[in-house]
């Protein structure tokens, strides 16, 4: 789906902080920062470790990453593939979840984020798929030149490195996947050494349907039945994650250092903005007055000295703000950060840039309580406002979906259910997976989905989209938004109701488990939400509100899903395996059917576009170099923040 994303600082040369105990990649290290880094990373998930890394490619850079998790263990619920979501609500969770939703049961939300060394890639669910080139374009045609389809395709083949696997005969996976080129830094992505056989019958049915199999889900064309990739190493079925690929390898470069365990509560701002003149970092050393000022070259490295190279005598790049001058002066000079809210608070300075890679909900928050964002918002919490920008925190979009239990009675088919209902059955599974690395012990991830059209599984798809189109922008959206937020919601409602008439673009998504859970999931939201501070503490929890089916396309898109799953168990290859309407019942009504989904929505641990890839007159944040608009030297986002 399109989302819209966030942003880097660029900032001065300054000093550091002083002497820290602070965790490090599991061990204690009390001894200081480098005097200064050219660039500090917030935030060490997927995002922050691929720009990290990549940074300190070169001897020359110095680059922090600061994390506010910890390094996991290498336990078993984190590399075996068959424990694909029992870490969420763990140690390794954010644990936060939304506001009451009011539109649905008045209830609230979890809403799982990773706070580990690799974020989401510790936690997600493991499939590999790059999404629609449709989805990619229309992100470059709202101003993103290079965003498009074409642009994004070479950067996606170096990230990962594709293994094929063979292994289902009615099911042709031998095929180009766009594997990409071998390189010791890239994801591992294959297939899982047992396919469970229902999706056959579930991808034969839809096919019967009118639905085509993808036979490449990664090649730009995802709609329609698919069996899609997971990060699964091939070489020992494990998980294959951020901190396993961009990290681990890495520990020993001098250059490229990760501090965990320690909470980033600001950014620092210098400079004059469109709201008077700002100065709120110290002058040096650290907040607290902790050690001295003046750093130690010793500092966190991982290999030996872990000195700060010099600079060739060359000025640092600075990124001036063509698209609105004059507005601001505005610089970043680096971060504030601290363990919890009782234990001292420091600060840490860059020479180039700070970038932001917090995700989606913390990279706002961190923006608002820097002074960037909706000014009224940061009024009421007395935060000095370095610059009024409406639309950080706003254009909250997430995958939304409902759980369904169509359970299978058919015997002779494997279930995967029988892991926790026959003992057995799950010590040979563990066995064979311990041994050989095959099995369905493999076959955690459920990479048997689909990614439905709607004009190709409802009647009522014309009546839908011209309902959306006839909204009036303001309808549906949180009363009293910025024109800016309001234009932007036009440009990208219009975008929504172009693309999702055709037959190539999916309107929702269904995750099969293979044991009867067809779970339906909209892909191309209309509702937007929001993310908002709650206090000026760093360590509150900021209010998330997804709002999800405010706008009544997204609940139309879900009761067809719903509708059209009946149509899916009805065929031949799915009555073989003998399902069973439980929820919602095959009787269900409109009014069921509703209540089924007020009761049943939830997250798919996607949300997005808080500061969002636009035009500042459409409410953006951040330009197509992912740099906040506004900022002389600016701050770059690398997360889903942006995208919308």
Not at 435 to 464: E, M, V, Y
Request: aromatic content about 8%; overall charge negative; charged content about 15%.
């Amino acid at each position: 789906m399109v989302r819209f994303t966030s942003a880097l600082l660029a900032v001065p040369l300054c000093l550091t902080s002083a002497a820290l105990g602070v965790h490090l990649h599991g061990r204690d290290i009390n001894e200081p920062l480098l005097e200064s880094y050219d660039y500090i990373v917030v935030g060490c998930g997927i995002s922050g470790l691929v720009v990290s890394n990549r940074l300190s490619e070169i001897a020359s850079r110095t680059v922090l990453c600061i994390e506010a998790g910890d390094a996991d263990h290498y336990e078993a619920v984190i590399q075996d593939p068959v424990y694909v979501g029992a870490d969420i609500g763990g140690i390794y969770d954010w644990d936060l979840e939304t506001v009451p939703q009011t539109q649905l049961d008045g209830n609230t939300r979890p809403m799982p984020q990773g706070k580990v060394l690799g974020g989401g890639s510790i936690l997600n669910a493991m499939c590999w798929n790059r999404g629609g080139s449709d989805d990619f374009d229309a992100w470059e045609a709202f101003g993103n030149p290079g965003w498009g389809w074409a642009g994004i395709l070479p950067y996606f083949m170096k990230a990962s490195y594709s293994w094929l696997a063979t292994l289902v005969s009615d099911i042709d996976l031998e095929r180009d996947i766009y594997p990409g080129i071998l390189r010791r830094d890239c994801r591992r992505v294959s297939y899982p050494k047992y396919f469970y056989p229902q999706s056959i019958n579930l991808f034969a049915g839809m096919n019967l349907l009118g639905l085509p199999t993808q036979f490449d889900p990664n090649d730009g064309t995802s709609a329609g039945p698919a069996f899609v990739p997971t990060d699964l190493d091939p070489n020992n079925q494990t998980r294959s994650d951020a901190r396993r690929t961009y990290f681990d390898p890495y520990v020993t470069r001098s250059n490229f250092h990760v501090i965990t365990g320690q909470h980033v509560t600001r950014v620092l701002i210098e400079g004059s903005g469109g709201n008077g003149e700002v100065d709120n970092p110290t002058s040096g050393g650290n907040d607290n007055g902790n050690g001295p000022a003046s750093g130690n070259n010793d500092g966190f490295g991982f290999g030996p000295g872990g000195s700060t190279p010099t600079l060739s005598g060359q000025t640092p790049p600075r990124f001036a703000r063509r698209q609105d001058p004059g507005t601001s002066n505005l610089r970043v000079s680096g971060v504030e950060f601290a363990t919890n809210a009782s234990t001292p608070r420091h600060t840490v300075y860059a020479t180039r840039e700070v970038i932001v890679a917090a995700g989606a909900l913390h990279s706002a928050q961190l923006l608002q309580l820097s002074g960037i964002g909706p000014e009224s918002l940061l009024n009421q919490y007395n935060i000095t406002v370095a610059l009024n920008l409406p639309g950080v925190g706003n254009n909250l979009q997430d995958h939304c979906l409902v759980g369904t239990f169509y359970p299978y009675n058919n015997a002779s088919y494997p279930s995967p259910t029988e892991l926790t209902t026959n003992a057995t059955y799950n010590l040979e599974a563990e066995q064979e997976y311990d041994t050989d690395k095959t099995g369905p012990w493999t076959a955690g991830s459920p990479n048997g989905l689909a990614f439905n059209p709607l004009p190709l599984i409802s009647n009522n798809s014309a009546s839908i989209l011209s309902n959306a189109s006839n909204q009036n922008p303001t309808d549906y959206l949180v009363a009293g938004l910025d024109p800016t937020i309001i234009a932007g919601f036009t440009a990208q409602k219009q975008s929504l109701v172009t693309r999702l008439a055709e037959t190539t673009v999916a309107a929702y998504e269904i995750i099969n488990n293979n044991a009867g859970s067809l779970t339906v999931s909209v892909m191309h939201p209309f509702s937007r939400g929001t993310c908002y501070i709650q206090s000026a503490d760093p360590f509150q929890p900021p209010a998330i509100d997804p709002r999800w089916l405010t706008n009544p396309v997204d609940r139309q898109v879900l009761i067809e899903a719903l509708l059209f799953n009946r149509q899916i168990l009805a065929t031949p290859p799915m009555v073989e395996l003998q399902t069973a309407q439980f929820v919602p019942p095959a009787d269900a009504g409109e009014d069921a059917l509703n209540q089924v989904i007020n009761n049943g929505i939830r997250t798919e641990f996607h949300p997005s576009g808080t500061l969002a890839m636009l035009p500042l007159e459409q409410g953006g944040v951040v330009d197509s170099h992912l740099r906040v608009w506004g900022m002389f030297h600016s701050i770059l986002f690398l997360d889903d923040a942006e995208y919308g």
